[in-house]
Each structure stands twice: as C-alpha cells, then as structure tokens.
C-alpha cells in the first residue's frame, strides 16, 4: 500500500511547498507542531516522540531547509529551549547522524550505531551475524558503503567538514568497529549528548521499519539523488553530476520530474511520459544520438548487467526526493532518434525509448504522478 496521502507526508508536502515559497511559513508550521506536541506530553519532545505520536516527520525538522537547523539540538535552541551546551564536535556529529542515518533508509548503519552505543567495541562478525538476523544485504559493496558513511570518505567536502572532518566509526586492527576517541569520551561523559545520539538511533530505527534491509531500495519509497549514490553503493556522493541519470558501477539511476514548472528551459523540458503501468516512454538528454556511448550503454543494459532504476516525482513541490518505481529494461525496439527545441527554436538530437517496468507501477501511485491525484 502506498502512503502517499497520510498525515506525515501531507505535513511534509505542506513544509515543502512552504520552503518554495517562503521559510517563514515552514518555520512557523515547524514551530506549531513542536508547541502542540509539548503541550500533549508535558514536557520537551525529543525526535522520537514526533515518531511515536503520529506528528510531523523528525526529519523535515533536522534538514537544514529552514533556518539552517541541521540537529534536534539546534532546533531546541532556536525554540529557546534550555539545553545543556555541546561542543562544536559534538554538534558535527549529531548533525551527521540526523542529516544521514535519521531517515531509517538503510538498516545497516543503524545497526551498528546501535550496538556501539550498547559496548564499547563490535567485532567485524558479530555485526554480520546481526545484519543477518536482521534479514539486511551482507554483501561486500554494502559493507563497503556503510563504512565510506562512517569514514566519511563518501561524502563531498563541504558535507565532510559539516560533519566534523574525521571517521565518526573506525574498524581498528583487531577487526572492531569502535566510535573514535573523542566521541567515545563524550558519551562517556556527558548524559545528554548520548540522550541526543541515543534519540537520532531510536528514531532511525523505527522509521527504518518501513524500508526493506534485503534490497538496497523500497519500492515507492522516497529518494534523492544523494540517497541512491548511497544505497546503490557508489563510491561517492554524485548528486551534482547525476541531473537526469548517469551509469555507474552497474547501475543506472534515472531521475525524472513529471510535471515540470514553466520556467524549465526548453533544452531540458523531455516528453517523459508513463504510458501505462508497466511502460515508461524515457527521454536521454539533449545532443545525444543513437551513437553516443552513454546511449548505447543504456540500450543494452540488459546485456552489460547494469540495472536501470527508475525514480520519478510529481513535480517540485515535493522537494528532492523521487518515489522509486523499481527496476526497468529498455524495450530496444522503441529506440528511436528524435529532436527537440532548445530556446532558440534550434533543433538539438535526442533519442527516446520505452522502459519496461520490472513490476507495474501501483495503481494510486500510477495515477497520483500522472494527474496529481489517486484514481
């Protein structure tokens, strides 16, 4: 069942469209959902207690989208809350863990976060061993990607020095995953950096209920650019060079915004279409051919082993994030070479074909993207 229409996502729609419109707004709706939690329980919520009452999704509060908040702490301050001080590591940290691990969509780092916060050091196998009982990928290339998250080598620069510029997790000779010194000292010591961390965990862990740990993605569940580089376990986070799609490491991620706004330059404006539940009529960029390389990787996927996913959103109103619709094989008897008008009325090359859905699309969904409503 798709969760398209529940109370978190029309909150999060409401937020998204605010931040495009104004922060002011999304600040304030940010600001009335704290209030009326706080006043239900009688004290300070934490992330968790927006997770477990039902209320606005903890991770549009900690995304940095409005007032430059980044961590529950800094949200706290802002709402003149009295908190005990961090230091500016601490911060980083915490920022790290909220901006990357709080969304629940991948298990795995959760996981070993939480056995760290339990024992000082995790043995390389015993977190194999809880990966499986947790039914979670043991492959390789994913154990690779966590540990690039926890090193930080996936990140780009600008991420890494927000998140404090040194491994928040390390796996030492003896083959144990340990926190760093300075982090271990401060959960060691100060009560309420662990109460912050512990909340960023918990809150992780029940949002991951809704993300399946034995495939890198969920179908229909929500993704940006920077979360498949992630998942579909890139080196690094290439979100800026993706733009419509780009294959890489055996994966073709496709990006596609449905109904685009009106000042999208004519030269980007493609006639993406869903046909049907099960056909994708897809677009390459402009100045391309039957001939260029890029092209003819995609059109033989099937034969290279690259797994083409598809990731469309209504429009951008939704923020960065795409419903992953699945996996799809180009049907090579639709390729076909086109042409398209850039601004100037020129004419550029571009080919087009179908996608052949590995599973149809869910019905709402379907409809929901097409015509912006559910049936």
Same mark, same amino acid.
């Given at each position: 069942?798709?969760?398209?229409?529940?109370?978190?996502?029309?909150?999060?729609?409401?937020?998204?469209?605010?931040?495009?419109?104004?922060?002011?707004?999304?600040?304030?709706?940010?600001?009335?959902?704290?209030?009326?939690?706080?006043?239900?329980?009688?004290?300070?919520?934490?992330?968790?207690?927006?997770?477990?009452?039902?209320?606005?999704?903890?991770?549009?509060?900690?995304?940095?989208?409005?007032?430059?908040?980044?961590?529950?702490?800094?949200?706290?301050?802002?709402?003149?809350?009295?908190?005990?001080?961090?230091?500016?590591?601490?911060?980083?940290?915490?920022?790290?863990?909220?901006?990357?691990?709080?969304?629940?969509?991948?298990?795995?780092?959760?996981?070993?976060?939480?056995?760290?916060?339990?024992?000082?050091?995790?043995?390389?196998?015993?977190?194999?061993?809880?990966?499986?009982?947790?039914?979670?990928?043991?492959?390789?290339?994913?154990?690779?990607?966590?540990?690039?998250?926890?090193?930080?080598?996936?990140?780009?620069?600008?991420?890494?020095?927000?998140?404090?510029?040194?491994?928040?997790?390390?796996?030492?000779?003896?083959?144990?995953?340990?926190?760093?010194?300075?982090?271990?000292?401060?959960?060691?010591?100060?009560?309420?950096?662990?109460?912050?961390?512990?909340?960023?965990?918990?809150?992780?862990?029940?949002?991951?209920?809704?993300?399946?740990?034995?495939?890198?993605?969920?179908?229909?569940?929500?993704?940006?650019?920077?979360?498949?580089?992630?998942?579909?376990?890139?080196?690094?986070?290439?979100?800026?060079?993706?733009?419509?799609?780009?294959?890489?490491?055996?994966?073709?991620?496709?990006?596609?915004?449905?109904?685009?706004?009106?000042?999208?330059?004519?030269?980007?404006?493609?006639?993406?279409?869903?046909?049907?539940?099960?056909?994708?009529?897809?677009?390459?960029?402009?100045?391309?051919?039957?001939?260029?390389?890029?092209?003819?990787?995609?059109?033989?996927?099937?034969? +290279?082993? =690259?797994?083409?996913?598809?990731? %469309?959103?209504? $429009?951008?109103?939704?923020? &960065? /994030?795409?419903?992953? @619709?699945? +996996?799809? =094989?180009?049907?090579?008897?639709? %390729?076909?070479? $086109?042409?398209?008008?850039? &601004? /100037?009325?020129?004419? @550029?090359?571009?080919?087009?074909?179908?996608?052949?859905?590995?599973?149809?699309?869910?019905?709402?969904?379907?409809?929901?993207?097409?015509?912006?409503?559910?049936?």
């Amino acid at each position: 069942m798709v969760s398209t229409v529940n109370f978190e996502e029309i909150a999060k729609k409401k937020i998204f469209k605010a931040i495009n419109e104004s922060k002011l707004t999304a600040w304030k709706i940010l600001k009335e959902a704290f209030t009326d939690l706080k006043n239900r329980i009688g004290r300070v919520p934490y992330l968790y207690d927006f997770v477990s009452h039902h209320s606005i999704d903890p991770v549009v509060m900690v995304d940095g989208k409005t007032k430059s908040i980044s961590n529950y702490y800094q949200f706290l301050l802002e709402m003149k809350e009295e908190v005990p001080p961090l230091t500016d590591y601490e911060n980083k940290v915490l920022t790290m863990l909220s901006l990357e691990i709080l969304n629940g969509k991948r298990k795995h780092e959760i996981i070993l976060l939480d056995l760290l916060l339990r024992k000082q050091a995790v043995n390389y196998d015993e977190y194999l061993q809880h990966l499986c009982e947790s039914n979670c990928l043991t492959n390789d290339e994913t154990i690779a990607s966590v540990k690039r998250i926890f090193d930080l080598s996936f990140f780009t620069q600008i991420d890494k020095k927000k998140y404090g510029d040194q491994p928040i997790i390390i796996l030492n000779a003896e083959n144990d995953f340990v926190f760093n010194e300075t982090i271990q000292y401060s959960l060691k010591v100060k009560e309420y950096f662990k109460h912050l961390v512990t909340d960023v965990i918990q809150s992780g862990k029940e949002k991951s209920t809704l993300y399946q740990c034995d495939q890198p993605l969920t179908l229909y569940k929500k993704y940006s650019r920077k979360d498949a580089c992630k998942l579909l376990n890139w080196n690094s986070d290439e979100r800026a060079t993706i733009f419509g799609y780009k294959t890489k490491y055996g994966t073709c991620p496709i990006f596609i915004t449905y109904h685009k706004n009106d000042e999208v330059e004519s030269s980007v404006d493609y006639g993406d279409e869903l046909l049907n539940p099960e056909v994708l009529k897809w677009y390459t960029r402009s100045n391309r051919t039957l001939n260029s390389e890029e092209v003819q990787t995609i059109i033989h996927a099937e034969e +290279k082993n =690259i797994d083409v996913h598809v990731f %469309v959103k209504k $429009d951008d109103d939704e923020g &960065n /994030d795409f419903y992953y @619709l699945g +996996k799809a =094989i180009p049907d090579k008897k639709t %390729v076909q070479q $086109d042409t398209m008008k850039d &601004n /100037d009325g020129k004419e @550029l090359p571009v080919v087009h074909m179908n996608m052949v859905m590995e599973q149809p699309i869910e019905y709402r969904l379907y409809h929901y993207i097409k015509n912006g409503t559910e049936s």
